[in-house]
């Protein structure tokens, strides 16, 4: 199991972070590589790839959870996404692109977290958007 999936309840093909390099109360940089293989590709676009906007959300999403439950603020907790606000695509990703995902923690306490994140490629903001995760566990949710 690597340390991603240690961090997050999220698996293939809906795991999008590959590793975190850093993770502090206030910013969590993480890297994923959209390979061509990824499932969306498909049907998005077939003749000119993209990786979809929400996809990207996600991404930004899942990495800043795995950095919550890397530092150990949050344990056993689930995190489910509430909102999404000031969202901004860019400039598009596209397959065997590595993004750098940078997010920020805005608020972090027992019952939700806030943070924004900003996705580059190729040294350029490719993507940008502000959350909040509401903040659950598995128990709780029966």
Same mark, same amino acid.
């Given at each position: 199991?690597?340390?991603? =999936?240690? *961090? /997050? @309840? $999220?698996?293939? @093909?809906? /795991?999008?972070?590959?590793?975190?390099?850093?993770?502090?109360? =206030? %910013?969590?940089?993480?890297?994923? &590589?959209?390979?061509?293989?990824?499932?969306?590709?498909?049907? $998005?676009? @077939? %003749?000119?790839?993209? +990786? @979809?906007? +929400?996809? /990207?959300? %996600?991404?930004?999403? #899942?990495?800043?959870?795995?950095?919550?439950? &890397? *530092?150990?603020?949050?344990?056993?907790?689930?995190?489910? /996404?509430?909102?999404?606000?000031?969202?901004?695509?860019? #400039? #598009?990703?596209?397959?065997?692109?590595?993004?750098?995902? +940078? +997010? &920020?923690?805005? !608020?972090?306490? !027992?019952?939700?977290? !806030? #943070?924004?994140? !900003?996705?580059?490629?190729?040294?350029?903001?490719?993507?940008?958007?502000?959350? *909040?995760?509401?903040?659950?566990?598995?128990?709780? *949710? &029966?």
């Amino acid at each position: 199991m690597s340390e991603v =999936e240690s *961090l /997050l @309840p $999220h698996r293939k @093909p809906f /795991l999008y972070v590959d590793r975190i390099e850093s993770a502090t109360g =206030e %910013e969590i940089i993480g890297y994923k &590589k959209f390979t061509d293989e990824e499932y969306f590709f498909a049907g $998005h676009f @077939p %003749e000119y790839p993209v +990786v @979809p906007g +929400v996809i /990207l959300v %996600e991404t930004m999403a #899942q990495c800043g959870g795995a950095g919550v439950a &890397k *530092l150990g603020a949050l344990k056993d907790a689930l995190f489910f /996404l509430a909102t999404v606000d000031k969202a901004k695509f860019r #400039q #598009q990703v596209r397959p065997n692109d590595e993004v750098k995902i +940078v +997010v &920020k923690n805005i !608020k972090i306490s !027992k019952i939700a977290i !806030k #943070q924004e994140g !900003k996705i580059f490629v190729h040294d350029k903001v490719a993507a940008e958007a502000e959350w *909040l995760c509401m903040v659950g566990s598995k128990d709780s *949710l &029966k």
